[in-house]
């Protein structure tokens, strides 16, 4: 069993930056592909990028360029850098993970989910 906790999300104005991160706990994320996804009021559970667990990465092309996904071992964590953030990237952001070697991006295939952080940024 994973358990997943997102922290980092925030009030920003755009262009601004915000880091949201995603704390395991229950196991090593080593052997987890993980993801990203974001949600906005009435609209569906969106993509936003995934993390192979070596590390092959895969972004939405509306964030391209501008979010970053890492994850970091030691600190069993997979992180989002979001730079020049604009009004369209507020939603709740959730991360996931599945327990495979394999790069996933579909929500459909993930097992396990956080609660979600909110972002919000201001035009």
């Known amino acids: 069993q994973v358990q997943l906790v997102e922290s980092g999300g925030g009030l920003v104005q755009a262009g601004g930056s915000l880091s949201v991160s995603c704390k395991a706990s229950?196991?090593?994320?080593?052997?987890?592909?993980m993801a990203w996804f974001r949600q906005a009021p009435g609209k569906e559970r969106e993509g936003v990028s995934c993390i192979s667990s070596t590390d092959s990465t895969v972004y939405a092309d509306s964030v391209k360029g501008r979010f970053t996904i890492s994850r970091d071992a030691a600190k069993n964590t997979v992180d989002l850098q979001m730079n020049n953030l604009k009004p369209e990237d507020t939603a709740i952001y959730y991360c996931?993970?599945?327990?495979?070697?394999?790069?996933?991006?579909?929500?459909?295939?993930?097992?396990?989910w956080g609660q979600g952080t909110e972002v919000t940024v201001s035009s």
């Open positions: 229950g196991r090593a994320l080593s052997d987890y592909a």
């Open positions: 996931a993970a599945v327990r495979t070697r394999v790069r996933l991006c579909r929500k459909e295939l993930y097992r396990y």
